[in-house]
């Protein structure tokens, strides 16, 4: 019989690319990982990796058995994910991955309401990029996950990968309190494009919607200042008078010298969604969260820019 563990590490290989990042995406050591994959060339009796420099790649076989392998995972999955039918109480462990903003303006208080709603389930969190939670998702590393997009940029997600929207996020400009837009009822990007910028490093997806704020403009922004964290650009903009677009998600109370700024022409607003795979649909523990989060979550469906508790 099939090891389906080790079969959801193969997948994972192909997925992130290497089985250091396999491994990271799924609590296990590269150590772990390899030893599964080997079981599992030994049960087939083909080789399923080979090396490459430093590197592994898949072989033909082990590329036709990761092409079938997504299917029978999420086969195995459906027949087993709604046993205990409709009143199945949500129990046993599930992975949650999420963006970091979510993490403190969202999950947090999703898992103090699980903790009394569902004392049996036992979730736990892992910290991942929209993109990665996706691609954690779809590899079955991940039970589901909590992502988010821009308006005007897309997300991709593969067919079986199924999303509900929560609710929306708005970003305001931060500017330092003695900036001369700190003021302004609201702004457009054309009063921004010769402020010196604080952003997220290129290629992540808010620097893609920065990307696309100013596109059509004769020259770019200035981005002065590179960095991951939000609470950085924060500061960044009270220590040294940069600019920056911070989202209302989980930003905190903002230093007394930091002033929130409207933008307009385009609002810039994130699409929160809830991913999971097809597959767990009829599961008591996905459709219990499913509920919780529309249950906590309301007010950022109905009003992206009220300030509320978890944001």
């Not at 403190?104 to 049996?120: E, H, I, N």
């Not at 736990?124 to 991940?142: H, I, K, N, S, W």
């Amino acid at each position: 019989m099939m090891d389906l563990v080790a079969l959801r590490s193969l997948i994972a290989v192909d997925v992130h690319g290497t089985v250091v990042a396999a491994a990271q995406a799924g609590g296990y050591t590269p150590s772990a990982v390899s030893q599964q994959i080997k079981r599992l060339e030994k049960d087939l009796g083909v080789v399923l990796l080979e090396k490459v420099g430093r590197g592994v790649v898949l072989t033909d076989e082990g590329r036709t058995l990761v092409r079938h392998g997504h299917g029978i995972l999420r086969q195995v999955e459906a027949a087993t994910a709604g046993i205990g039918g409709e009143q199945g109480e949500p129990a046993g462990p599930l992975r949650i991955v999420a963006f970091s903003t979510a993490v403190r303006g969202l999950v947090a208080p999703l898992l103090a309401d699980l903790a009394k709603t569902s004392p049996a389930l036992v979730p736990e969190l892992y910290e991942r990029d929209p993109a990665e939670a996706v691609d954690t998702v779809a590899a079955g590393q991940a039970d589901l996950g909590l992502v988010h997009h821009w308006v005007g940029v897309a997300l991709q997600r593969p067919d079986f990968v199924e999303g509900e929207v929560i609710g929306l996020d708005i970003a305001d400009l931060l500017v330092r309190a003695d900036h001369r837009l700190a003021g302004a009822g609201s702004v457009t990007p054309a009063d921004l494009v010769d402020e010196p910028w604080a952003s997220t490093p290129v290629g992540s997806i808010c620097h893609g919607w920065f990307l696309y704020m100013f596109a059509g403009f004769a020259r770019p922004p200035r981005v002065r200042y590179w960095s991951w964290e939000f609470a950085s650009h924060v500061r960044l903009v009270e220590e040294v008078g940069a600019v920056a677009l911070v989202p209302r998600l989980g930003r905190g109370p903002l230093p007394e010298g930091v002033v929130a700024v409207e933008v307009s022409g385009p609002v810039p607003t994130r699409v929160i969604e809830m991913i999971w795979r097809g597959s767990m649909s009829s599961s008591p523990a996905i459709r219990h969260v499913r509920e919780r989060c529309s249950a906590l979550f309301a007010p950022l469906a109905e009003n992206p820019g009220r300030r509320t508790s978890m944001v």
